[in-house]
């Protein structure tokens, strides 16, 4: 099976359930390589119990192609445009950045009708 090496930023109400989900999905080839969160959340303490590295946008942007989809549950527009852009700077064509519409597609996928936290409202990409 193929793996997808993701890394998930903002690890609010949104990231911390959307990242406890991902990891019951291993054996489907989601492999969690990083998240990127500045405050001490519940999202942040799962990772790092976890072993999941907290890294800044610049370390996540390094990692270039090392992560296939990279989730902005941020809720911000200036954190998603930021990640656009650095990862442009990089030259980083692989990685993708998949925002709340994509994560509630796939939440819809791995649960049974339990709703993903809404708090950010609709950002667009």
Known sequence: MQKQAI???????????FLEKLMGQSSKGVEIVAVAEKGE???ASFAKA????NLSIDQLVA???D???????TGSAAVRQELRERLMGSG????VIATESVALLIWALITDGEDLP???GKTGY
Not at 7 to 17: D, E, K, Y
């Open 7 to 17: 890394a998930i930023v903002g690890l609010g109400r949104v990231g911390s359930v």
């Open 63 to 65: 990692k270039g192609g």
């Open 118 to 120: 809404d708090v950010h």
């Open 41 to 43: 959340t519940a999202g």
């Open 50 to 53: 976890n072993g999941i590295e």
């Open 92 to 95: 980083n064509r692989h990685t």
């Open 67 to 73: 992560i296939d989809i990279l989730f902005d549950l």
